[in-house]
């Protein structure tokens, strides 16, 4: 048996023109995220932020009416974030995260019923367990572990988005069906992703980058369902 779940990834749109003549707010933290993390993941799309989504009881995601003009997301979504009302790790329902959903792509793959189990296991667990978000844990999104352990400035009881997601996807197996060869497993795949672990800056740009190359994956527009990106990341 096996399960599907989804990531979905806000994109930040930085428009320095428009914010210079007043037409859009600054967005500096996602602008800044974006910005940075892409300089070390060349061609990947300027995310910002990510979700993990699961689906709801009867495995739907989302509901469209007759005439197209009423659209609500169904399922829960877990991430850690500052936005809003929320602080922190926590798990929200789909239909109040997309309310843009011109402002998201998604990925979506095939994992086994017992991997699934264990991490939502352990998502839940973390979001019980919220010990809240703060500006500081913004600058993981900036410096590799080992530079912020050296400073004492990383928290292992708080997460970042990317850091969250990283600690489901871990946790999660290929499904049963799955159309190419798997050519990294067992103790090779867990000491790469150990490596990425302790080298690499988290974020969401690089999670996405690694989750399309670990499972083959196209990405879809939320907005559309259309595909924007092939298996292999390219346009």
């Not at 900036?142 to 969250?164: A, G, H």
Request: with cysteine.
């Amino acid at each position: 048996m096996s399960k599907q779940i989804r990531y979905a990834f806000y994109i930040a749109k930085f428009d320095l023109i428009n914010v210079i003549r007043g037409k859009r707010k600054p967005h500096l933290i996602d602008d800044g995220i974006s910005l940075w993390t892409g300089l070390f993941n060349w061609w990947t799309p300027g995310y910002s932020h990510v979700e993990v989504w699961i689906q709801d009881f009867c495995g739907e995601w989302r509901w469209i009416s007759c005439d197209s003009k009423q659209l609500e997301y169904f399922g829960q979504c877990y991430t850690s974030t500052m936005r809003g009302d929320d602080n922190g790790t926590v798990s929200r329902p789909a239909s109040t995260v997309f309310t843009h959903p011109d402002r998201w792509h998604y990925i979506e793959f095939e994992v086994t019923d017992e991997s699934f189990e264990q991490a939502m296991a352990w998502a839940d667990e973390r979001v019980a367990q919220n010990k809240g978000y703060s500006m500081k844990d913004i600058r993981r999104f900036f410096m590799p572990l080992p530079v912020l352990k050296f400073l004492k400035w990383d928290d292992p009881e708080r997460d970042i988005c990317s850091e969250f997601g990283e600690g489901v996807a871990t946790r999660l197996k290929r499904g049963v069906w799955v159309k190419r060869p798997i050519l990294i497993e067992g103790p090779v795949l867990m000491s790469t992703i150990y490596l990425l672990y302790l080298i690499l800056i988290r974020s969401p740009r690089r999670l996405w980058r690694d989750l399309v190359r670990r499972h083959h994956v196209a990405t879809y527009s939320l907005a559309t369902g259309l595909r924007v990106r092939d298996e292999k990341g390219k346009k």
